[in-house]
């Protein structure tokens, strides 16, 4: 069983946009299951980011936002700032395998 | 303020068990469903196991299915998880996170997160 894809790195500068991306199968993000992400702090636990593909949990700032089509979603930050520099991951759930929840590998953001 | 505190890591030889508890406050226990999630040194995270809010039924993950057994005890709002058996692979930070969806509905997601407990498994 393999889990959702993502890239391992992203980076950009400060007042950058980045983007990473989630990429899932027909029986998952394809079969309309929601996507969801967590922010993982050097040290600290996965913290919420977006939840139902594009909805953000109240004290996440708006530079935050998620998407999602067909079989991917992704998930953009505006405005990089050095305090996002962290690892993103995506979950959602899979109709078929017996773990139906299921994580991306992880995406380490560096600001530059 | 919902909290989650996880307890009862440490070292433990390969074939051995530990039990692993995950105390919550600050809202209705009863109401929720919880997960653990683990965390291998430097890897990404790997989905556990999921108890109901009722504790009727539960889940695994099929590196730990027949080895691992997740429960709760609502009287003391804490959630439990004893790890049989234990591998060298199965050394990890264990996090036990509450769902505000549904595992029957593929709704399940995390909005709170303990701290972590740290298992290694060596000999």
């Known amino acids: 069983q393999s889990g959702l894809a993502q890239p391992p790195s992203v980076s950009g500068a400060p007042g950058q946009r980045v983007t990473i991306s989630c990429t899932g199968s027909s029986s998952d993000i394809g079969a309309g299951y929601n996507v969801y992400w967590y922010q993982q702090l050097p040290g600290a636990a996965p913290k919420l980011l977006i939840y139902?593909?594009?909805n953000r949990p109240s004290g996440v700032p708006d530079r935050f936002s998620g998407s999602k089509s067909g079989a991917s979603a992704s998930l953009a930050i505006t405005g990089l700032q050095a305090e996002d520099e962290a690892d993103y991951y995506c979950?959602?759930?899979?109709?078929?395998?017996?773990?139906?929840?299921?994580f991306g590998g992880g995406t380490k953001l560096t600001v530059l | 303020q919902v909290h989650l505190v996880e307890s009862g890591g440490g070292v433990v030889q390969p074939g051995r068990s530990l039990r692993l508890s995950c105390a919550a406050s600050g809202f209705n226990f009863r109401t929720h469903g919880f997960h653990w999630v683990r965390q291998a040194p430097g890897k990404g995270l790997e989905w556990v196991a999921v108890?109901?809010?009722?504790?009727?039924?539960?889940y695994y993950g099929d590196s730990v299915k027949g080895r691992f057994t997740i429960s709760r005890d609502d009287s003391k709002n804490t959630l439990y998880l004893v790890l049989d058996s234990l591998r060298v692979e199965d050394t990890a930070v264990y996090y036990c996170a509450r769902d505000l969806g549904s595992y029957d509905l593929g709704t399940s997601y995390f909005d709170y997160w303990g701290q972590g407990t740290l298992v290694t498994v060596s000999s």
């Open positions: 108890i109901w809010h009722d504790g009727s039924q539960n």
């Open positions: 139902n593909n594009n």
């Open positions: 979950q959602s759930y899979h109709s078929s395998f017996n773990s139906h929840v299921i």
